[in-house]
């Protein structure tokens, strides 16, 4: 009875603490920035401590550009080479065909520290940009937070543990048991979204979008004219196939003029 009473004190204990391990750290939601906010972000100037801190950011790094090019398929191995160079890996690679025009999107994941080179050298021979965006989103709050709970749930864990060899009944052993395996999922769970943050932290994410406008296409105006033109030369087919089956169209004609008469004289006769 002693042991049942202090299983449950243990565990009143110990979710307090798991709830207070969560707290802690409250406000976790990264704050998004663009890319002149993160390198004029005021550095402090009271400790070496709060300059370790800002150095130590978890930065997640996004970016799209869009850019016209004269050859789709020279710029397309440009891109790939530059990938091999700086350690990127193509997590996606489309083309599309349209009226006019032939477009390839590849989204690229990049190591944070290879970003802004990788990023020039693919742009280098690029005359005009029509599109560029970077965001960068500090996500250092909602790391240490998870770090916090990871912590505080691991060491609970333990207790658990713990507590498991001292149990003296099957009861009590089912009663740590349940309790043991719904912070072990909450841990996995932690613990997966903590790699994910690190997964993103390191690789940056760029979508590129180029495109090569090809030759001869004057938009709209050119296509209503070749459907007018188009329409045209049916209309003269038609009246050419008609001549080539005039005798036919001929006798048909007679036909129906004698039956009309001789269905006329066959009422009258009536």
């Known amino acids: 009875m002693l042991m049942k009473h202090q299983l449950f004190k243990f565990v009143a204990i110990a979710l307090s603490l798991?709830?207070?391990?969560?707290?802690?750290?409250?406000?976790?939601?990264?704050?998004?920035?663009?890319?002149?906010?993160?390198?004029?972000?005021?550095?402090?100037?009271?400790?070496?401590?709060?300059?370790?801190?800002?150095?130590e950011r978890k930065l997640i790094k996004e970016g799209n550009i869009e850019f016209r090019t004269d050859d789709l398929g020279a710029t397309r191995e440009i891109i790939y080479q530059a990938a091999d160079k700086y350690n990127t890996y193509i997590a996606s690679d489309q083309e599309f065909n349209n009226p006019g025009s032939k477009r390839n999107t590849l989204t690229v994941r990049v190591?944070?520290?290879?970003?802004?080179?990788?990023?020039?050298?693919?742009?280098?021979?690029?005359?005009?940009?029509?599109?560029?965006?970077?965001?960068?989103?500090?996500?250092?709050?909602?790391?240490?937070?998870i770090q916090a709970r990871?912590?505080?749930?691991?060491?609970?864990?333990?207790?658990?543990?713990?507590?498991?060899?001292?149990a003296k009944n099957v009861?009590?052993?089912?009663?740590?048991?349940?309790?043991?395996?719904?912070?072990?999922?909450?841990?996995?769970?932690?613990?997966?979204?903590?790699?994910?943050?690190?997964?993103?932290?390191?690789?940056?994410?760029?979508?590129?979008?180029?495109?090569?406008?090809?030759?001869?296409?004057?938009?709209?105006g050119h296509e209503f004219r070749q459907g007018f033109r188009n329409g045209w030369d049916n209309l003269v087919w038609f009246f050419v196939a008609l001549t080539n089956v005039w005798p036919f169209v001929l006798i048909g004609v007679v036909l129906f003029l004698v039956i009309r008469k001789w269905r006329k004289r066959r009422k009258a006769g009536k």
Do not use: W
């Not at 990871?150 to 001292?166: A, C, D, N, P």
């Open 18 to 55: 798991s709830f207070t391990g969560c707290t802690d750290h409250a406000g976790s939601t990264g704050s998004g920035m663009t890319e002149s906010e993160v390198s004029l972000a005021p550095a402090s100037s009271s400790s070496g401590e709060n300059k370790v801190e800002i150095a």
């Open 171 to 220: 009861t009590e052993i089912l009663e740590i048991e349940k309790q043991a395996g719904i912070l072990r999922s909450e841990i996995e769970s932690v613990e997966g979204r903590l790699e994910y943050l690190k997964n993103r932290v390191s690789f940056s994410t760029l979508t590129i979008s180029f495109y090569e406008t090809l030759p001869g296409h004057t938009g709209f």
């Open 111 to 145: 190591p944070a520290d290879n970003f802004d080179a990788f990023l020039e050298e693919i742009t280098r021979d690029v005359d005009q940009l029509d599109h560029k965006q970077i965001n960068v989103r500090d996500v250092t709050e909602e790391f240490l937070d």
């Open 150 to 166: 990871l912590k505080t749930k691991k060491e609970l864990e333990i207790r658990y543990l713990e507590l498991l060899k001292q």
